[in-house]
């Protein structure tokens, strides 16, 4: 994993497959909120979604949107 730039299977891995699916949610428009998105994608916890968010992608939620 860490040959690939992953730090380790839980926080590199998982929380890029779970901000992918974050993404693919937000553009299809199928969930009607970030919040929901971000339970959906299976994040419980809406600070550990965003610090996730922010650091895998460079920008917060609203600016994705």
């Known amino acids: 994993m ?8 839980y926080t590199g891995y998982t929380n890029k497959l779970c901000i992918k699916d974050f993404m693919q949610q937000i553009d299809s428009g199928q969930s009607d909120n970030f919040q929901e998105a971000f339970l959906n994608a ?13 650091q895998v992608t460079g920008m ?5 949107y």
């Open 2 to 9: 860490q040959e690939n730039g992953y730090e380790s299977y």
């Open 42 to 54: 299976n994040f419980h916890s809406r600070t550990t979604a965003l610090h996730n968010f922010r």
């Open 60 to 64: 917060t939620p609203s600016e994705y």
